[in-house]
């Protein structure tokens, strides 16, 4: 429903060095969008995400019924830019069967003694599912870069902590994937772009309603101090990552509405694209169904 041409501006090219400062996080993506002014198109966004919540139910009834392929929904960002409410939003429609969500945290020591890889592993979606990570294994190249301190943990074995060590991550991630891909699963990643005013505003938000002052973590504002190491840590991570068969977009993400519209489109077009039919069933299984057809109108 969103234009393939403003879609492609959001998908990050493979090979190509992606810089941040080139995606606005607003509304106004285009220079029509800005002249058509925000309530409109707030209410476009609106009907987008609504039309692309009832496609991706049939989309995913289709994923489900073939049990073929699965989805994998990766979904980064900086604190409080709205993953949990672009989950809440955009998985609202779909047989929550078919759908599975994995937030991840700090490593347990269970995980350090493993690859890095392991605990997401084990949190992949099944065949016929929807998976979401709420933060994933690109964490390990992006807060863990930000605070190489984390890798003292991770009990790596002498000389692994070389100057390859970021690239040879992200070469371990595009195997990853590419086999994910290859073994019939679609993955898309997003990363929800918050401006850092607009992360201020709503940190602002939660201290002032006593309603969201559960949402306040300290830790939020101590790496808010880092937003710049990140950035490039972003940077960085998306610019390797970014392939044919995986690839990011960049989401604007200081408008909630703006956020969920695009992420729904981009979800549902995807999985449209497979071209997934009802399972036909085979001769014998027909037979079966006539077989049963008859016994009913003899009762
Ligand atoms: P919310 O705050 O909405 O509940 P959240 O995803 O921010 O969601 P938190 O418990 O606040 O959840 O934060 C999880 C923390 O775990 C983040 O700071 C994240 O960077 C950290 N984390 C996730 N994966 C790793 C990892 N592989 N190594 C180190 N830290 C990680
Ligand atoms: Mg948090």
Known sequence: ????????????????????????SGWAQTKEMKELGKEVIKARAQEVLRVNLAELAAA???????DTHSVLVVL??????????????VMSGVNPQGCQVFSFKKPSSEDLDHNF????????????????????????VLVVRVHPELLDRAKL?????????????????????????????????FFLNVSKAEQKSRFLDRLDDPKK????????LAERGHWDDYMDAYEAALSATSTKWAPWYVIPAD?????????????????????????????????????????????
């Open 1 to 24: 429903m969103i234009r393939a041409s403003l879609i492609d501006r959001f998908r990050v090219p493979p090979g190509k060095k992606l810089r941040l400062k080139d995606h606005d």
């Open 213 to 220: 002052h559960w949402k306040f973590s300290a830790a939020d």
């Open 157 to 189: 074995p002498e000389g692994k902590r070389g100057a390859r060590f970021w690239k040879d991550r992200y070469d371990d991630i595009n195997s990853f994937e590419r086999h994910l891909v290859r073994n019939g699963t679609l993955i898309l990643k």
């Open 255 to 299: 408008h909630k509405w703006v956020t969920r519209a695009i992420v729904a489109d981009i979800l549902t077009s995807s999985i449209t694209d497979l071209g997934l039919r009802p399972p036909e069933v085979d001769e014998d299984q027909r037979r079966l169904l006539a077989v049963a057809r008859e016994k009913l109108d003899d009762e």
């Open 60 to 66: 995913q009834e289709l994923l489900y019924a073939n």
């Open 117 to 140: 890889l392991w605990r997401y592993m084990k949190a992949l979606p099944e065949r016929g599912r929807i998976g979401i990570f709420n933060r994933s294994y690109y964490e390990d």
């Open 76 to 89: 980064q960002a900086m604190d409080a830019a709205g993953k949990d409410g672009t989950i809440k939003h």
